[in-house]
């Protein structure tokens, strides 16, 4: 199963069958999770897969809104160290995991939140600096769970936002059309499918020439500063999302041949409104290079 497969394959995983991640499989995961140090801005992060225990039901429900969460066999906990974008790359280094585990036949759940003073925080041996913005809970899904999913994906793959909205050429008056996307369309369709919190989408790219620039619209009174997410003490979790953007973005492009960097390129450009932000851009790179560095975030050294 490569990317592309495994982001069309993966789901949120609500219910779990009671069965352990079988122990080759654990190493594989463990293996791939002590390659993931640093994000692709810099961010140095570490993960760990931790077995649930007796325990998860009560850590779940911990965390008021994923008590839903039915027998995880384990959890994905993550820690970031201060930099100048820890949760854009948090989110990309989670989600390239998950992408890992969904090839490995494994289900996931993504559970953003803050755990600075949660029991996930412990098992990590949390640094005073760092910060968990997310974890994953992972297992095996129960008989009957994906159709049952399936039902809410159906759902949420009818309100996904359409190409118009998220896509663009140039500037943001002028939509990005699959003909200008050229080969990377169906880069960006994995854009399009990628999870989100409360499935908002909040990415937008916009492509200059070998430039793609990424931005934040931030959905209005959610996230940062919304009395729900400062009640709750949530993390930025759309600053997570576009992570998970770039993410499924540079490794589908990978997959289709491109190479390319991250890069500080903001152009400036009048933007829709004042909740739109300018975050990276990805520069598009001439020819096949070689670059250890990405290849190893892609998992395809040693593999």
């Known amino acids: 199963m490569n990317t592309i497969e495994a982001i069309r ?8 069958a009671l069965r352990p991640i079988e122990l080759e499989t654990q190493q594989k995961m463990r293996r791939y999770l002590q390659a993931r140090d640093t994000g692709p801005l810099g961010t140095r992060v570490r993960f760990e897969l931790a077995a649930a225990g007796q325990n998860a039901a009560a850590e779940l429900r911990g965390l008021g ?3 839903f969460i039915r027998n995880p066999a384990g959890f994905i906990i993550g820690a970031a160290q201060p930099a100048p974008r820890p949760l854009e790359d948090y989110g990309y280094c989670m989600e390239q995991i998950i992408l890992e585990a969904t090839r490995l036949g494994l289900n996931t759940c993504w559970l953003g939140g803050t755990f600075t003073q949660s029991s996930f925080a412990a098992r990590i041996q949390k ?5 968990i913005p997310a974890v994953t809970a992972i297992g095996y899904a129960a008989p009957g769970s994906r159709s049952r999913d399936f039902v809410r994906r159906r759902a949420r793959a009818d309100r996904r936002l359409p190409w118009e909205n998220l896509f663009f050429c140039e500037t943001f008056e002028h939509p990005l059309t699959g003909d200008e996307a050229g080969d990377l369309a169906l880069a960006l369709e994995m854009v399009r499918l990628a999870p989100s919190a409360s499935n908002k989408q909040p990415w937008r790219i916009l492509r200059q020439g070998n430039l793609w ?4 619209e931030r959905t209005p009174n959610y996230g940062r500063g919304s009395l729900l997410f400062t009640i709750l003490r949530l993390a930025d979790l759309q600053r997570l ?7 499924h973005f540079e490794l589908s ?3 289709l041949g491109y190479h390319g960097e991250w890069v500080d390129a903001d152009p400036g450009l009048p933007l829709p409104g004042e909740r739109t932000q300018y975050i990276i851009t990805w520069r598009l790179l001439r020819g096949r290079v070689k670059a250890p560095a990405l290849l190893n975030r892609m998992g395809r050294i040693n593999d």
Do not use: K, Q, W
């Open 65 to 67: 809104t994923y008590g």
């Open 213 to 216: 620039h990424f931005y934040l």
């Open 253 to 255: 492009a990978y997959e």
């Open 241 to 247: 999302d576009i992570g998970i953007a770039m993410c």
């Open 127 to 131: 640094a005073p600096e760092e910060v």
């Open 9 to 16: 394959t993966r789901y949120s995983c609500r219910l779990f």
